[in-house]
């Protein structure tokens, strides 16, 4: 299932007998429109078919296109759906500042993977403010945790279509979720309307390679 409407739902949950001696809780980070719902439920899917326990929440709504995103999903957890700040294995940040945004619920030493693709609030459009030098965010953030930044957008427009850059980053981050590769794949050629399936898969592999650094 998907989690909507900043509720929380269950991909499944221990009373239903998803194991929970593996444990791993990944942040999905960014702004409406990139996808985030679809890369949580690709991962959540992922976990039940290994029989994982896994419960993910949305704590931010997404019906406003370019609004802050901040989807949670905890593999082998019998203790809720929100990841405790601080203790988040990795992130999956589909723009830059969102990573920092939501960088305290990171424990010390975790994954964050990068897009260094940004998307310009308003406020920059305008001349009201000015975006962060994306380089030097990515160098503070390394001081406290492994980051990993490459632009998820042109590796998914070199698969052949920029709108797969969700896709990218979970390929991505399937380096270091213990969850199999074919797992991934079995779930994406069930989530994503059969048209687009080579390019997502094409997507899935590349990101799975940008991602080994």
Request: charged share 20%; glycine share 10%; with cysteine.
């Amino acid at each position: 299932m998907i989690p909507v409407n900043n509720k929380t739902q269950c991909f499944g949950t221990v009373p239903n007998g998803g194991k929970t001696d593996v444990k791993y809780d990944v942040v999905i980070c960014g702004v409406g429109g990139q996808g985030a719902i679809l890369a949580s439920d690709i991962l959540g899917r992922a976990a039940v078919l290994e029989e994982m326990a896994v419960q993910a929440a949305e704590t931010h709504g997404m019906a406003q296109r370019g609004g802050s995103v901040e989807n949670h999903v905890r593999i082998g957890s019998a203790y809720g759906s929100l990841i405790p700040q601080r203790s988040a294995d990795l992130m999956i940040a589909l723009e830059p500042i969102e990573a920092v945004r939501y960088a305290h619920l990171m424990k010390k030493g975790g994954v964050i993977l990068m897009n260094t693709e940004t998307v310009l609030p308003f406020t920059v459009t305008t001349g009201k403010a000015v975006y962060p030098n994306v380089s030097e965010l990515a160098e503070k953030l390394s001081k406290h945790f492994k980051v990993v930044p490459f632009n998820a957008t042109e590796v998914a427009k070199a698969a052949g279509n920029r709108q797969a850059a969700n896709v990218v980053m979970i390929g991505a981050a399937s380096n270091f979720i213990p969850i199999p590769e074919k797992t991934f794949k079995e779930c994406i050629q069930a989530l994503v309307p059969p048209k687009f399936l080579d390019v997502n898969l094409k997507a899935f592999d590349m990101g799975k390679e940008s991602g080994k650094q």
